[in-house]
């Protein structure tokens, strides 16, 4: 017979993304993982077997919140620049800058060698250039371009504000892309 589940796979992936950004993916174990949920060792490696697959099932997880987020940015914010700068300043919350520039590497870095993970980022990826490049012209052919453009710029923006933080992250980020936009004459 069956154990009944005390946590939802979803809640259980959702504790577990805390734990893989606080210990990084090499320092995430069965152990620790359990600890952080209030779940025994045993019980996790039944839901996922190996390691590896924990750490990937958390990611599909964390790659789902973010097409989600990205999807009801591109639902709800206007069809022009602004509102394109401000989708993608709502996937980049001001009280997570610090721990996405930093530790959020480290999971990108899984994310970039895990093929099923990577597959996810890039399909996200075409998500958001199409979100942003539907804000930035009404040329269908040149919007996938542009959008993928500012997608970079943003990602840039992060990098180097990370770097320099010389003023809070979403300023310094807005900052930048509302540059970019002038300069290709989209503002």
Known sequence: MARIKTISDDALLDRLLGALMERGPAGLTF?????????????LVQRFGTRDAMIEAILLRAWHQLEAATAAADRD????????????????????????????????REDIRNPLLRARGAA?????????????TSHADEAERIGWQMASVWQGAHIWWAFTRDKP????????LE????TIGVD
């Open 31 to 43: 152990a620790n993982g359990a600890k952080a949920v209030g779940l025994s060792a045993s019980t």
């Open 77 to 108: 914010l206007p069809l022009s620049p602004a509102g394109a700068i401000d989708l993608l300043i709502s996937l980049m919350p001001p009280e997570k800058a610090e721990e996405n520039a930093t530790d959020g590497l480290l999971l990108l």
């Open 124 to 136: 996200w990826g075409r998500q958001l250039a199409t979100a942003l490049g539907r804000r930035l």
């Open 169 to 176: 992250a979403e300023a310094a980020i807005r900052e930048t």
């Open 179 to 182: 540059d970019w936009c002038r």
